[in-house]
T-cell receptor
């Protein structure tokens, strides 16, 4: 079945540091890939997405590129802020049809803490 | 404002006492889901609905029921809660099934003692 693996956390950085959170996936066909962010006490919200190979999703300074050859969708940001402290989830949506079509499969989440 | 609402936000109950968590969306979305979030496991889908009167099991449906009598509402029912259902629950909706953005509610933290 489909699966998503994220790098182990938590991740602690100083403000303005470079961020990478690794994400790899296993899926049949060509899934859509997402990064969701969960701020303390809130629900998840979409950060960015990519729907086909070599697509780059970007939002709020975050970027991730859909790499089919390495089955990866790593999240990056050049200069993090304290306000970026949150839990980040990598997810895929199976587009291959069948009973799992459209279901979001999530990684385990990575806690990011940014210090001033 | 486009949103998914859930109630209650926090609930403490005892084993075996039936409860319902409500979920409502105002975006005319066809697809709705329930997820539970547990530490180290990410979010796992409990049930989903592709439209009114069409529901199906997700990855962890045991001990839960759902209904979809109206397009906007998708309640989660625990007929006889047990302590292993203590978790953080999220309702989500999207325009249709497939690679569409899912909009999440604020979550319901349930504790079963």
């Amino acid at each position: 079945g489909d699966s998503v693996t994220q790098m182990e956390g938590p991740v602690t950085l100083s403000e303005e540091a470079f961020l990478t959170i690794n994400c790899t996936y296993t899926a049949t066909g060509y899934p859509s890939l997402f990064w969701y962010v969960q701020y303390p006490g809130e629900g998840l919200q979409l950060l960015l997405k990519a729907t086909k190979a070599d697509d780059k999703g970007s939002n709020k300074g975050f970027e991730a590129t859909y790499r089919k050859e390495t089955t990866s969708f790593h999240l990056e940001k050049g200069s993090v802020q304290v306000s970026d402290s949150a839990v980040y989830f990598c997810a895929l949506s199976d587009n291959a049809g069948g009973t799992s079509y459209g279901k979001l499969t999530f990684g385990q989440g990575t806690i990011l803490t940014v210090h001033p | 404002e486009a949103q998914v609402t859930q109630n209650p936000r926090y609930l403490i109950t005892v084993t075996g006492k039936k409860l319902t968590v409500t979920c409502s969306q105002n975006m005319n979305h066809e697809y709705m889901s329930w997820y539970r979030q547990d530490p180290g496991l990410g979010l796992r889908q409990i049930y989903y609905s592709m439209n009114v009167e069409v529901t199906d099991k997700g990855d962890v449906p045991e001990g839960y029921k759902v209904s979809r009598k109206e397009k906007r509402n998708f309640p989660l029912i625990l007929e006889s809660p047990s302590p292993n259902q203590t978790s953080l629950y999220f309702c989500a909706s999207s325009l249709r099934r497939g690679g569409y953005e899912q909009y999440f509610g604020p979550g319901t933290r349930l504790t079963v003692t």
